[in-house]
């Protein structure tokens, strides 16, 4: 097949899907979500990371990291046991309700110029809430769209979802430039956010009661034991489904590299970095590395179908490891704005391959019983392993970022990814 053919197949299955309504609605609530989650977290980026009324050092960014990755270790044993519980609908409904409250709250913190642990606890929240709805967007897909079209709906719908994100960032950046930059302006710019929130209720309204799932309810009564019984059932699904093992094994070997290279990015833009031509630092530089890790799950999402279709799930998420492994090396490990910008994009494009074939694995391999519980545990890893990178180097870290020995330890993390990956889905 050429590839005006091959783009020309992408588009008629985009284009399937998309006359799918209940889809359709689904992806329009995934982007009222991401959008609100792409701004308030820009938003308090600029607050804490960027604000000259404030100062940031690695322990300080780390603590941040945390209050926008950590929440779903703390809700996701509840989430497993809940969205295979409780009927999806109600529970995107009220998630983003409650969700929109805590934006304006986290804001009003901000303009009074709170900082630390009760600035973070908010943000906690925030995200907790975020991360839960998420999941139950990702748990609800199969009853919106025939299986034989999951790959192809999770990529269009991810992908599309997290360039919404990206946009919600980019917002958050030109509120800024209109609004401020010091603890008042900052606050405006992140109750912006609350509109996603509030479109998301309003959009997951429209779907029929119980039409999201589950369809079946295997829940102990008592909510604790639902929790306990959710965890169990979740890492056992998980580790008896080679796919799904496999891909967790890979995505965490990813994600500890990326948590690594995120903090150095994040001092080496605020502490190191001038602006070189066009390419800018500060604040706008991370708005553009925003753009070229958007580009990258860009083409990731229009390549992922079509390289599992052709060389099977196991060699794809090697192959992204690998080029993983040598953008870091190759494009890293320089430290000039120039070449962290081009491993923006090549990292992010391999983490999205690696993320899309592990969704696809757990949409397509795990039953809708127990979906909701592994997906739960699945974002719960992802998000404990990448704080623990941050924290990891937040300790080492010099405050301009220069790291060599922190570059190749990401290296070392995809590699031994690799190993695991193939040892693991034997």
């Not at 284009?15 to 209940?22: M, N």
């Not at 995200?127 to 025939?146: Q, T, W, Y």
């Not at 401020?180 to 509109?195: E, I, P, R, Y």
């Not at 719960?380 to 020995?405: I, R, Y």
Request: with cysteine.
């Amino acid at each position: 097949m050429t590839a005006q053919a091959q783009t020309g197949a992408k588009l008629a299955t985009s284009r399937a899907l998309l006359t799918l309504r209940d889809f359709r609605k689904l992806l329009y609530l995934r982007f009222a979500m991401h959008w609100g989650d792409g701004l308030f977290q820009a938003g308090l980026a600029g607050a804490v990371l960027f604000n000259p009324e404030r100062g940031a050092d690695p322990l300080t960014i780390a603590g941040g990291f945390a209050a926008l990755l950590l929440p779903y270790s703390l809700v996701g044993p509840f989430a497993g046991a809940l969205l295979d519980r409780w009927d999806r609908r109600r529970v995107l409904v009220v998630a983003n309700l409650l969700r929109g409250a805590a934006i304006v709250a986290a804001a009003a913190a901000v303009a009074a110029g709170a900082q630390g642990l009760p600035l973070f606890a908010l943000a906690l929240l925030v995200m907790g809430i975020s991360r839960f709805a998420g999941a139950g967007v990702s748990a609800s897909l199969p009853h919106v769209v025939p299986a034989r079209r999951l790959v192809a709906a999770n990529a269009l719908s991810v992908t599309a979802g997290a360039m919404v994100a990206v946009l919600g960032g980019a917002c958050a950046i030109g509120l800024r430039a209109v609004l401020g930059s010091g603890d008042t302006g900052s606050a405006w710019t992140t109750s912006v956010a609350v509109v996603g929130s509030l479109v998301a209720a309003a959009l997951a309204t429209r779907f029929a009661r119980g039409g999201l799932g589950p369809d079946t309810v295997d829940e102990p009564a008592n909510v604790v034991s639902a929790v306990a019984a959710g965890l169990a059932s979740g890492a056992r699904t998980a580790a008896q489904t080679p796919t799904v093992r496999a891909g967790l094994v890979a995505l965490l070997a990813h994600r500890a590299a990326f948590g690594i290279s995120l903090l150095l990015t994040v001092l080496l833009m605020r502490y190191s970095f001038s602006g070189v031509g066009p390419l800018k630092a500060g604040l706008a530089g991370l708005g553009e590395l925003a753009v070229m890790g958007g580009a990258g799950i860009l083409l990731a999402g229009l390549v992922t179908p079509k390289l599992v279709a052709r060389f099977g799930r196991r060699a794809v998420v090697t192959g992204a490891l690998v080029a993983a492994a040598a953008a870091q090396a190759g494009l890293g490990l320089p430290m000039v704005l120039p070449t962290v910008l081009l491993a923006a994009f090549a990292i992010t494009a391999a983490g999205q391959v690696l993320k899309l074939s592990v969704d696809a694995s757990i949409q397509r391999d795990v039953g809708d019983e127990t979906r909701g519980r592994v997906f739960a545990l699945y974002d719960t890893l992802f998000n404990v392993t990448q704080v623990a990178a941050v924290s990891f180097a937040a300790f080492f870290v010099p405050l301009d970022g220069h790291s060599v020995g922190l570059q190749l330890v990401a290296i070392a993390m995809y590699l031994l990814g690799v190993a695991g990956h193939l040892a693991t889905s034997r």
